[in-house]
């Protein structure tokens, strides 16, 4: 059960346009939402994250959205850069309890084109 | 901040034999470490959560006597493979949540094991 789901497996955007990546989740209790880019062979580095009682949030040239009734998220790039292109995964977790737990999406790879 | 290495990047071994993978915050502690692992072309997958001080939490279906996790200090977590067959090979990523922080983790920048 795929409880975090990136419909789209890849996304291709010329430089200097807007990258929208998106991210839908089934589970109502999810209340933290994070976005991270990982490179082959490394490890995720965080970009961005939104809490449930916001929807929006932005850091410079990245912006996630958050649409609880429609259960979507989808993080923003602009402008895009060569530089951006990676593997992009969307992940979530309830805070309630300890040590909450991320589930995440199973990736978009984005190419930024000259 | 928020730095997270972990040791080695990449190794080979033999089947039959154990292999540590050591996860350590850098610049923070970190009371809940967590592993995760990696299938080419697919999302990272959780295997266990690891509190320091006390008994990690393993995953429906990961094997707790076949992955050893130990944190013994609020830096430090491993993960020890043992008795590794090349099933096991694969790409083995840690992460560390900042002790009394939200829900951000911050990852290692993994471990490539290969069993021959």
Redesign the interface.
């Known amino acids: 059960d795929q409880q975090v789901k990136q419909n789209s497996p890849s996304l291709s955007v010329q430089e200097g346009r807007i990258s929208i990546l998106n991210c839908d989740y089934t589970n109502s209790m999810f209340d933290?939402f994070?976005w991270?880019k990982k490179y082959p062979?490394?490890?995720?580095?965080?970009l961005i994250?939104i809490s449930s009682i916001k929807d929006k949030n932005e850091d410079g040239r990245f912006t996630v959205f958050l649409n609880k009734s429609a259960k979507h998220l989808s993080l923003h790039i602009v402008p895009s850069q060569p530089g951006d292109s990676a593997v992009y995964?969307c992940a979530a977790?309830t805070?309630t309890g300890?040590?909450?737990?991320?589930t995440?999406?199973?990736?978009t790879r984005l190419q930024v084109t000259l | 901040g928020a730095v997270v290495s972990q040791h080695p990047s990449w190794v080979i071994c033999k089947s039959g034999t154990s292999v540590k993978i050591e996860c350590r915050s850098l610049d923070f502690q970190a009371t809940t470490m967590f592993w995760y692992r990696q299938f080419p072309k697919q999302s990272l997958m959780l295997m266990a959560t690891s509190n320091e001080g006390s008994k990690a939490t393993y995953e429906q279906g990961v094997e707790k006597d076949k992955f050893l996790i130990n944190h013994a200090s609020l830096t430090l977590s491993t993960l020890t493979v043992t008795s590794a067959h090349p099933e096991d090979s694969s790409f083995y990523i840690c992460s560390a949540k900042v002790a009394g922080g939200h829900d951000t983790q911050y990852f290692g920048p993994g471990t490539r094991l290969t069993v021959l």
């Open positions: 933290y994070l991270y062979a490394e490890g995720p580095t965080f994250s995964f977790s805070t300890t040590a909450s737990k991320l995440f999406g199973t990736g």
